[in-house]
Every structure is written in structure tokens, then in C-alpha cells.
Nanobody
Framework: QVQLVESGGGLVQAGGSLRLSCAAS????????MGWFRQAPGKDREFIAA????????YDADSVKGRFAISRDNAKNTVYLQMNSLKPEDTALYYC?????????????????WGQGTQVTVSS
């Protein structure tokens, strides 16, 4: 079955950096557009970034533009999220998503598979 396993979260001070990874199995990774979302307590799941199957096209939320970057390594079946200049408001559970259905890639319900998430906490 499809598995998405996120890693790389943790506690970091404001202004710091983290790199999240999402290892995929059970699907043809190189054909899949991938996405990163986050969810803070009491809030809806929020789109962060997405990347096309080839890696040639990326999409970013305005809230992270210029600070976060999505990338992928199809040889390793892994998608990454490099997060720089972290802010306390970036604190959330971060999820990767796979099997984009082809609609609005910023909507969580356009992805069929999700990981369990990795916690990112940014202290002020």
C-alpha cells in the first residue's frame, strides 16, 4: 500500500532552518505531483507548496514565499521542504501529500494519500 513518511521536524528558534523529508513507497513516485501542507491546532489544513512530477514546476503559498522551497529526488522517491527564516507562526504539524487528482493543487481534498505528519515548533 501507499506510504508517505515525513521526517525532519523539531524545535527551532525563530530565524532558524529545518529541512523536512517525505519518503514515498507503494506508488510510482516519478509520475506523482506532490504537496506539503500544515495544520496548526484549531486551524484548517493549509497549503504550503507543491511540485510537479518532473520537479520543473513549483507552487508556493504567499505565507512562505521566499522562505520555503520544495524539491524532489525521484531516484530516492523523496520530496523535501527546505524551511528558512522560520517564524513562530510556522509552528504546525507538517504533512506531505501524493496522488494529486488534477484540480486545485492548493486544496487538501485534491490529494488521495497523506503521511502522518512531522511536528515543527518555532520558539520566539
Amino acid at each position: 500500500q501507499v506510504q508517505l513518511v515525513e521526517s525532519g521536524g523539531g524545535l527551532v528558534q525563530a530565524g532558524g532552518s529545518l529541512r523536512l523529508s517525505c519518503a514515498a513507497s507503494g506508488l510510482t513516485f516519478r509520475w506523482n505531483d506532490m504537496g506539503w501542507f500544515r495544520q496548526a491546532p484549531g486551524k484548517d489544513r493549509e497549503f504550503i507548496a507543491a511540485i510537479s512530477w518532473s520537479g520543473e514546476t513549483t507552487y508556493d503559498a504567499d505565507s512562505v514565499k521566499g522562505r520555503f522551497a520544495i524539491s524532489r529526488d525521484n531516484a530516492k522517491n523523496t520530496v523535501y521542504l527546505q524551511m528558512n527564516s522560520l517564524k513562530p507562526e510556522d509552528t504546525a504539524l507538517y504533512y506531505c501529500a501524493a496522488d494529486f487528482r488534477g484540480g486545485n493543487r492548493r486544496k487538501p481534498n485534491e490529494y488521495n494519500y497523506w503521511g502522518q505528519g512531522t511536528q515543527v515548533t518555532v520558539s520566539s
